[in-house]
């Protein structure tokens, strides 16, 4: 089984930093994967000073409904 990435592809993810150590993408792909759900799962690592711009920038990408 493999999942697709396209226009309706849904995208997740964590914000944080630092984010090196996390296994959540590899967790999160693969039950996407399994469960034919259309999703990605992204670790955004953002330093502290520029949390500020993550809220504008998911809007402006759409990242957030």
């Not at 914000?15 to 994967?33: D, F, R, V, Y």
């Amino acid at each position: 089984m493999h999942n697709e990435t396209d226009a309706n592809t849904k995208t997740c993810g964590l914000i944080g930093h630092p984010l090196s150590h996390t296994l959540s993408p590899q967790i999160h792909n693969m039950l996407a994967e399994m469960t034919g759900i259309n999703m990605v799962y992204v670790p955004f690592d953002v330093q502290p000073e520029h949390l500020e711009n993550v809220l504008p920038g998911a809007l402006a990408l759409g990242l957030w409904e």
